[in-house]
């Protein structure tokens, strides 16, 4: 292996990357010098393997500069029209940036690469002690095979077809590199995971380690992806192919169906504590947590900033932000969506009665925020409206301050003026920890979604029994809301409906853990989903400083102010996107020149690479 490098031409990247991340591997993850792992003989031993295998989970984290920052993976959903970053017209989902230069699109390249490269250096240096191990390491390379499983899924996702390498990579290789067809790099992932399931427990008696329970769920998402790129299309020119659709489709429901039946993951209890530190330490979520990005606050320390980008400004810093259509998605509490009759909805009061998965994942209007600027610990009322707002002591006595997210310094840059006047609650409503010193664990698989991926799976299949209603009932009945039939008995034996439905759920359920942003890709909703600009609440008239006049712009609201979603049976209707263009006026807008390119349904091989290597070609849509 001496004069083999990590992976392709990512010469430069590599060494980078591999220096930084070097510093992030913390609680049961030791580190690994570089020398080691190109060392010709390392791998021949259970102890080597085990700190190989570790090098290789420490790149979940896919650190944007080092151990204490953000994972580029929760950008995602930002890069759709439930999520916007600060400036107007300036982000990935925009649709106006040139992202064969994008630094976000090369940087993410270089990092999945670079974790690829890092588990074949160890299942290539273990090869030929293989026979001689035992069964513990033989361990540790099954669950290296489900993480380089994992890394490369989200390569095909983003980039479709790629230079696909299960060994590491000589410099002559690398000289004449070209990318492999999506649908064999697709084959090659679900036998990586079929292997790796020989070898782990179902549950992993380590925690944070991956298991056979994840192994077949990662085998069930690309599964599904891949069914989806086949039946509605994947690229520019959404090509289908309906045989291949079905064959997925049969995969994704098998093997989510055998998590459900074999593994002994369950839901937690409560939604919310999914997504904090003192939740995601009881057993009930760890059931349900299969997959995640480990932090600690102990030992040796490993933090992050998620929660320091997407607080508002009275806490920190805000970076990204939720949108109207997003809120607009949730159901009311009964079930319905909100332009239904019969749904209760109200557009002056338009947050109450609803799926409660909107308070847990959103803040809004009149909300109490909770938060831990490390110092301080603050509870104070969300207010879109005035420059003042009441903050609570420990006893719960209310006093006004200034609100920092609607005047002075850095309101700009704030829920209010920079996003929609909605703020990101999930992951981000805790007192127990600082906002800039995050170590609540960070979801990338749980079992709520092998029940939805289940349930789509089956759905597209045209066999809508009530195994399907009852996997999607399971997820709702966890916050209370009304099975699927209750609240619409059409929806028996109707595959359009049906769809619809799962696809909801999966909005609702799952936003913000980096997963919505390949659903819509290839539920192929981007141009629908970015038609206008995106909205947010509505404006207030008669605002006057001098008479400290601020009104409330729900308030002022009217019974039209309700979004349309187009006809029946149309896609806009199917997949539940909302349109605000018949009194668009009266909303904060931002992003006005929000468009969408169906080339955008991949993102391009970026140009640093082609320049090195013009033999992987460049995808559809973005030039040579």
Not at 90 to 107: H, K, P, T, Y
Not at 220 to 241: E, H, P
Not at 251 to 272: C, P, Q
Not at 445 to 469: N, P, Q, S
Request: glycine share 8%; charged share 20%; proline share 4%.
């Amino acid at each position: 292996m001496k004069n083999k490098i990590l992976k392709s031409s990512f010469v430069a990247l590599f060494v980078a990357l591999l220096m930084v991340s070097s510093s992030c591997q913390k609680d049961y993850l030791d580190r690994q010098p570089l020398s080691d792992y190109l060392s010709s003989n390392f791998y021949n031993n259970e102890g080597a393997i085990a700190q190989g295998a570790n090098g290789c989970y420490q790149l979940l984290k896919m650190n944007h500069y080092g151990s204490s920052t953000i994972p580029l993976s929760i950008l995602w959903d930002m890069y759709t029209p439930f999520g916007i970053e600060r400036a107007d017209n300036s982000s990935i989902g925009i649709g106006s940036i040139d992202l064969r230069s994008n630094f976000a699109v090369e940087l993410i390249y270089a990092n999945l690469y670079t974790s690829v490269a890092r588990c074949n250096s160890v299942l290539s240096g273990a090869a030929p002690y293989y026979n001689s191990l035992n069964d513990k390491a033989k361990q540790y390379l099954s669950e290296v095979k489900v993480l380089r499983a994992h890394y490369n899924i989200q390569l095909v996702s983003l980039y479709g077809d790629i230079p696909y390498f299960d060994q590491p990579v000589t410099a002559d290789q690398v000289k004449s590199i070209t990318r492999t067809p999506w649908q064999t790099a697709v084959d090659a992932i679900i036998k990586d995971l079929d292997d790796a399931t020989t070898n782990v427990p179902w549950i992993a008696t380590e925690f944070g380690r991956v298991d056979k329970s994840v192994a077949y769920g990662l085998k069930a998402r690309v599964a599904l992806y891949a069914a989806s790129w086949s039946k509605f299309g994947f690229g520019k020119d959404g090509i289908t192919d309906q045989a291949k659709a079905t064959a997925y489709f049969r995969i994704a429901a098998d093997a989510s169906k055998k998590v459900m039946d074999e593994s002994g993951r369950t839901l937690a209890n409560n939604y919310n504590d999914l997504f904090t530190r003192v939740g995601q330490l009881k057993g009930d979520v760890k059931r349900e947590t299969m997959m995640f990005m480990m932090f600690s606050d102990f030992g040796d320390k490993n933090y992050h900033y998620m929660s320091a980008g997407e607080q508002v400004r009275m806490i920190g810093q805000s970076g990204r932000f939720p949108t109207q259509q997003l809120v607009d998605t949730y159901e009311t509490s009964n079930g319905k969506r909100i332009d239904q009759v019969g749904s209760g909805y109200n557009p002056k009061k338009p947050f109450e009665n609803r799926d409660p998965r909107l308070k847990f994942t959103i803040y809004t209007q009149g909300d109490t925020i909770i938060g831990n600027t490390g110092n301080n610990k603050l509870k104070f009322l969300m207010e879109v409206y005035n420059p003042l707002t009441k903050s609570f002591d420990a006893q719960n006595n209310a006093k006004l301050v200034d609100n920092a997210d609607y005047k002075g310094a850095v309101a700009p840059f704030g829920y209010v003026q920079s996003g929609v006047g909605f703020a990101w609650r999930k992951y981000n409503h805790f007192d127990d920890e600082s906002t800039f010193n995050a170590t609540y664990n960070i979801q990338i698989m749980r079992y709520a979604e092998i029940l939805l991926t289940y349930a789509e799976a089956k759905i597209e299949l045209g066999e809508m029994d009530a195994t399907v209603v009852d996997a999607i009932d399971k997820v709702r009945a966890r916050v209370g809301m009304p099975g699927i039939l209750i609240s619409d008995a059409s929806r028996a034996g109707n595959q359009i409906r049906m769809r619809q439905i799962v696809r909801r759920e999966r909005k609702v359920e799952l936003i913000k853990e980096a997963l919505y942003f390949f659903d819509m890709r290839r539920w192929r909703t981007g141009a629908i989903q970015n038609a206008e600009p995106t909205y947010g609440y509505p404006l207030a008239t008669g605002v006057n400083a001098a008479t400290n006049t601020y009104p409330n712009g729900y308030d002022q609201a009217t019974p039209d102010m309700v979004p349309s979603f187009g006809g029946a049976g149309s896609e806009r209707d199917i997949n539940d996107v909302a349109s605000y263009a018949a009194y668009g006026s009266k909303l904060r807008m931002r992003d006005r020149d929000r468009k969408w390119e169906d080339k955008s349904y991949l993102w391009p091989i970026p140009q640093t690479e082609l320049n090195k290597q013009p033999s992987l070609g460049q995808n559809p849509g973005y030039g040579n």
